[in-house]
């Protein structure tokens, strides 16, 4: 499998495989591969001795889990408040055409995955487009050329 | 360090402060999220090269601290002992305030901040307009320390509340001393705080929980962040407090996982507590014991619910469930639990330290207390500030924001989140606290206020809150699932020319139904933003349905593009930038756009210097 089973325990006995414990475990794991493979959610389920439907209900409601892989690069677009009245959204479209992929996508070369997020908390900035960690204010569609261009 | 008694702490806090000489020079870099996105630590970097190049390690410190509020100028560096504030700092302006300002005593003219209204430079923090009319109790000590030392935050006064508890409070004199400031929730809904702490201690079980509510969830608040971030300390000992009390021996703090560093700077805060013997057995010799544990989220908005966020610390999904069995009684593991935001928990030191009668007389009638406001959007001044309940929305947003840029109409200021209103111009007079907020239709939230100016839609605005909200909806009950989705339906068929006068009948209808028949608070208020819009700003719903115009110009469906021939130079950039293929014409002749082919992106009106682009 995909998941390496020492690791995974290495990752569930940090935590003494509480049931209680599932959200940090599964974030764990998310950091670990960049996402949730599905072999490890059953194996999780297994050691912390719960339903799969618990670990697959919390993988899935969670905006923080993604069951699929992630692209190397990663955008996201802030769609707070602040940033949405200063036209966060024609930064996203602008940047859904360029990639040709829709917010929650990975392009196909499995280079960029683009999403959007709640808040950063970076508002004075806003629109901001956070790639890679890297926080890019006062974003506009114009911007957005460079911006994958330095990439 | 190990604190073992009330008088060892006062001890160890003489000794740290005469170790500390008050007139070495100190340079405070705003390490916020603001001056981070704007390479603050780039800065610093800048700041430590600099002063070792000159040979000046021993004689000036460089502190990386938390949030200083004044976003819009970051990055910000303050110079200790003198106070001054220099702003827009870039690593090339360092040498040049090593030399004047730390070894020639003079300030760099052109880095102090301009009042405009006063036509003068001005080289204190404490005379920047922004700051002058603040009241900052929890944020201004976010300058004064390093959130990575403890031994900063003991010499600050650090933990001589909980030393004062400890040292001779009973737990109930502390609950009374909290419902006698009328301190309520920094949350949301803004339930008193000490009758929680009462119910929860009054409440039957030996375990019982205290939770720090760190899943700061509203779209365009960050004072939680900037609080744990800046000063995780003071959350810590609020909580250590509560929890005597209360009468709980373990604690919970839930941090968005989207605050990385609010989780590194909490986590290595509780680690040094424990350490100085501030958590764990027997705190300050009291007997007393008590531990914190940090939970990540898992970026949900729901989670900000209580009973959601009880559910995910137990491993499950962030679903709400029925308030009528209290928290209080049944809440973590179904045992009597006390939660409190992060705002709220760095006030207790403060009331116990100061006393309920000082702080109650802070603030207006129902609302004690200051209030951390983030003050965004469409404002000169964006940044966090922290005002005495009752500053009146036109004195935060004009005299502390500094109005609106570009000279552009005032036209509403949204506050409480997704779950809060739209306050019009007409009101703009209004006493802010929890009371009167509510009574306009809006609510306190967090202390989220993003300002709106003539290019905001308050129909996309209405539409944007019921989206999130319809995206963050757990699902679990139909009023809120079903009536989010249909909302949202109805006011994109409106901000896209298909909406018809009955539906703003509907929407009314729906959000009622919204309002009375869902299970938590997140269905419950989510109308707000349309009820508010609808009640205030009705015209443009108006001119959506029966002119199909967008009247602010935001809705794309209902604007068009076109070139002015007269103002067109023919420079060809809006042809080269266009990526529909939009725009056609030969150099220096007037452009011609297909509306046919325009996906309306707005790149050419945003790039053509000339004026040439009309947007209708």
Redesign the interface.
């Known amino acids: 499998m995909t998941a390496n089973e020492s690791k995974l325990d290495s990752i569930i006995d940090e935590y003494n495989a ?7 475990i ?2 764990d794991i998310q950091a670990e591969y960049n996402y949730l493979p599905e072999e490890s959610l059953e194996y999780v389920a297994k050691r912390l001795d ?1 339903p799969r439907v ?1 670990v697959f ?2 993988a899935t ?5 993604s069951l699929k892989p992630k692209g190397r690069q990663q955008i996201h677009v802030c ?4 940033c ?3 036209g966060s959204k ?1 930064v996203l ?2 940047l859904e ?2 990639l040709e992929i829709k917010a929650g996508d990975t392009t196909p070369d499995g280079e960029f995955t683009l999403e959007t ?10 629109p ?1 487009v956070v790639e890679n960690e890297e ?1 890019h ?1 006062e974003m ?3 911007k957005v050329e460079s911006l994958l261009n330095s990439k | 360090m190990k604190v073992t008694s009330v008088n060892e702490l006062e001890a160890i806090r003489s000794e740290i402060l005469a170790g500390k000489d008050q007139d070495k020079p100190c340079i405070a870099v705003c390490g916020g999220p603001g001056c981070l996105a704007n390479q603050c630590l780039e800065v610093r970097d800048a700041f430590v090269n600099e002063i070792a190049a000159k040979g000046l390690t021993d004689k000036v410190d460089v502190r990386t601290t938390g949030c200083h509020g004044f976003c819009e100028c970051g990055p910000i560096a303050l110079i200790y002992p003198q106070e001054i504030f220099y702003q827009g700092l870039s690593i090339d302006d360092i040498p040049e305030i090593i030399e004047e300002t730390i070894i020639n005593n003079k300030t760099v003219d052109r880095l102090l901040y301009t009042d405009d209204e006063a036509g003068q430079l001005v080289e204190t923090e404490g005379e920047v307009p922004f700051y002058k009319q603040q009241m900052r109790l929890i944020l201004g000590n976010n300058s004064k320390i390093d959130p990575h030392s403890i031994e900063d935050y003991i010499a600050i006064g650090g933990y001589s509340a909980l030393a004062k508890v400890l040292g001779g409070m009973q737990p109930m004199d502390v609950v009374d001393e909290i419902k006698n400031s009328g301190i309520r929730g920094r949350g949301g809904g803004g339930f008193p705080t000490g009758r929680k702490w009462e119910s929860t201690r009054n409440a039957e079980g030996d375990i019982k929980y205290v939770i720090c509510n760190a899943d700061e969830g509203d779209p365009g608040a960050f004072m939680d962040r900037s609080i744990l971030e800046g000063n995780p300390h003071s959350v810590l000992e609020g909580m250590i407090i509560g929890a005597y009390a209360i009468g709980s021996n373990e604690g919970y703090v839930y941090v968005r996982n989207e605050y990385p560093l609010a989780l590194k700077n909490i986590n290595l805060a509780i680690k040094q507590a424990r350490e100085a013997g501030l958590l764990g057995d027997n705190i300050l010799g009291s007997g007393f014991n008590f531990d914190l544990k940090v939970n990540r989220g898992g970026g949900a908005f729901v989670c900000g619910e209580s009973t959601a966020l009880m559910a995910s610390l137990e491993g499950k999904p962030g679903e709400p469930r029925a308030k009528y069995i209290h928290t209080s009684d049944k809440g973590l593991w179904d045992r009597p639990s006390n939660l409190n935001n992060v705002e709220t928990w760095a006030n207790i030191p403060l009331i116990i330290n100061n006393g309920a009668d000082w702080y109650s007389a802070i603030g207006t009638e129902s609302s004690k207390g200051t209030k951390v406001f983030s003050l965004v959007g469409k404002i000169n001044n964006t940044g966090l500030v922290e005002v005495p309940m009752g500053m009146t929305l036109r004195e935060i947003i004009f005299d502390i924001g500094g109005g609106i840029p570009d000279n552009k109409a005032f036209k509403a200021v949204q506050t409480g989140g997704p779950s809060g209103g739209c306050i019009p111009e007409s009101l703009i007079d209004l006493p802010v606290d929890y009371d009167r907020l509510t009574e306009v239709g809006s609510m306190m939230g967090s202390g989220g206020m993003i300002v709106m100016d003539e290019d905001t839609c308050m129909v996309d605005v209405a539409r944007y809150f019921i989206n999130f909200l319809m995206e963050e909806s757990c699902g679990k009950c139909v009023p809120c699932r079903e009536g989010l989705l249909r909302m949202g339906e109805i006011l994109t068929d409106i901000t896209e020319g298909r909406g018809r006068m009955e539906d703003l009948d509907l929407i009314q209808d729906l959000s009622e139904v919204l309002r009375d028949a869902s299970l938590c608070g997140l269905g419950q208020t989510a109308p707000n933003p349309v009820m508010s819009t609808l009640k205030y700003f009705r015209n443009e719903y108006e001119a959506h349905i029966k002119d199909h115009k967008c009247p602010a110009g935001v809705c794309t469906e209902l604007i068009t593009y076109s070139i002015d021939a007269g103002n067109c130079t023919g420079c060809g950039l809006c042809l080269k930038k266009c990526p529909a293929e939009a725009i056609t014409g030969e150099t220096k002749q007037p452009h011609v756009l297909d509306a046919g082919k325009c996906i309306k992106c707005g790149i050419c009106y945003d790039v053509c210097k000339f004026d040439a682009v009309r947007k209708e």
């Open positions: 509480e049931p209680g414990s599932l959200i940090s599964l974030q719960i618990q209900g919390v409601f969670f905006k923080a889990f769609m707070g408040t602040a949405h009245v200063r024609k479209e602008e055409r360029k997020v709640n808040c950063v908390g970076a508002c004075a900035l806003g901001v926080y204010g506009t569609p114009i």
